[in-house]
């Protein structure tokens, strides 16, 4: 089975950009998450689809949204780009059954300038 | 309460040493405890998880210590490799709760010299 595959692997905007990141889970995977990841604050959870529904939510602003297809791939987005949102952007994918295993893609690095 | 504290930070370990990180966790409603490693640009890959119905699960060289009542689980290399050099993250998650949200510990880089 292919892994969870992220386009682009790498990115650079400028302040009050906005930017669209993708994932594709691994094939039969319903639920899709996504995490910011930096060297300050490491691994945080932003948020949860299933079945093209935001199950949860972390805690970062309204900025930060996302969405999920029929077909499970899911995108982010984030407008208003700041310095700050400059981050390695990881997307996992599972099940969703009891076994709660979640496979990560290889990120997104955004560079906001 | 949603913390999860991962000491050390850093690690330095011989090759053939036992290399051990430590988490701890407050929240009582987490019941997947999983451990990740990550090398420099890669995405986490899933090492070994645990649920804590147990106390202990062992996995090839790399083992959980589950302790429930202290809140507490460890990770233990056996037999440390100069390829198991990465970064290392402890989660915790309510995965009885339908939920993907995985909390992570702040992360340790094992450094395993030959």
């Known amino acids: 089975k292919a892994g969870v595959t992220q386009t682009p692997r790498y990115l650079i905007k400028t302040r009050g950009q906005q930017v669209t990141l993708s994932c594709s889970p691994i094939s039969g995977h319903r639920s899709v998450s996504w995490y910011q990841q930096t060297p300050g604050q490491g691994l945080q959870f932003l948020f949860e689809?299933?079945?093209?529904?935001?199950?949860n939510k972390g805690n970062f602003p309204g900025r930060f949204s996302g969405r999920q297809f029929s077909n499970s791939r899911s995108e982010m987005n984030v407008s208003t780009l700041e310095l700050g949102d400059s981050a390695l952007y990881l997307c996992a994918s599972s099940t969703w059954d009891t076994s709660g295993e979640q496979f990560f893609g290889p990120g997104t690095r955004l560079t906001v300038l | 309460q949603q913390q999860v504290k991962q000491s050390p930070q850093s690690l330095i370990v011989q090759k053939g040493g036992i290399s051990i990180i430590n988490c701890a966790y407050e929240n009582t409603a987490f019941d997947y405890f999983p451990w990740y490693q990550q090398f420099p640009g890669k995405g986490p890959a899933l090492l070994i998880a645990i649920r804590p119905d147990v106390s202990e699960k062992k996995e090839g060289r790399f083992t959980i210590s589950f302790n429930k009542s202290a809140k507490q689980f460890s990770l233990h290399i056996m037999d440390s490799q100069p390829g198991d050099s990465a970064t290392y993250f402890c989660a915790a998650s309510r995965g009885s709760s339908n939920t993907g949200k995985l909390i992570f510990g702040q992360g340790t880089t094992l450094q395993v010299k030959p």
């Open positions: 689809y299933f079945s093209e529904t935001q199950r």
